[in-house]
């Protein structure tokens, strides 16, 4: 079986300051890792995804999220975090089949 | 674009009613899913539908059913709410298994009094 904690539950950061969201995983097999966004009110949007190669995976505006294995987890950052980061981040694993595996999320809020 | 579609967007029921939330998406996925969200606790897996025609029990299905009517559209029934299916629920789909996108809808806040 697997699973995924999330170690923070709150993240609270000032604007333009980095951040890191941290995220360790429990698995047998080799699984697919994912990170989801959820802004208020709305459902999850896929914001990166690992599934072989680089272990260094990126998003479009600006986070990034790097698989170790040795260590069994995908720790998201972002150097600059902007106002508009304010969310829920949700860490996810797939071993493959149809059941993806949901962390309990971590709140993101940016200050300025 | 819908992408996939929920409704109703919010309901109270009383304990022991019945209802039924509803998903459809245009994407012509394969696979559709129902998770629930609870503070603190991430999303569960209720029911899913790999492929029409077929449905199968996720993590926490008691208390609840499912009707994959066609490609598009997949149902979930609470027979006989209690408070303890106060949530929201979000249906999803997805093209495959394993390492594919899945697309959420906005999501069903459900209380149950």
């Known amino acids: ?112 | 674009n819908a992408g996939v579609t929920q409704t109703p967007k919010f309901q109270v029921l009383k304990t022991g009613q019945s209802m039924t939330l509803q998903c459809a998406q245009d994407m012509n996925h394969n696979s559709m899913y129902w998770y629930r969200q609870d503070p603190g606790m991430g999303l569960r897996l209720i029911y899913y539908s790999a492929s029409e025609g077929t449905t199968d029990k996720g993590e926490v299905p008691n208390g609840y059913n499912v009707s994959r009517l066609n490609k598009r559209e997949f149902s979930l029934r609470l027979e006989s709410a209690a408070p303890s299916q106060t949530s929201v629920y979000f249906c999803a789909s997805s093209d495959a298994r394993g390492g594919t996108e899945a697309f959420f809808g906005q999501g069903t806040r459900l209380t149950v009094v």
């Open chain 1, 1 to 112: 079986a697997q699973s995924v904690t999330q170690l923070d539950s709150q993240v609270p950061v000032f604007e333009e300051a980095p951040v890191e969201l941290r995220c360790n995983y429990s698995s047998s097999v080799s699984v697919y890792l994912f990170w989801y966004v959820q802004y208020p009110n709305q459902g999850l949007q896929l914001l990166l995804k690992y599934l072989s190669g680089s272990t260094l995976v990126e998003s479009i505006n600006g986070f990034e999220a790097e698989f170790n294995k040795s260590q069994t987890s995908f720790h998201l950052r972002k150097p600059s975090v902007h106002i508009s980061d304010t969310a829920e981040y949700f860490c996810a694993v797939n071993p493959g089949g149809f059941k993806t595996i949901f962390g309990a999320g971590t709140r993101l809020f940016v200050k300025a």
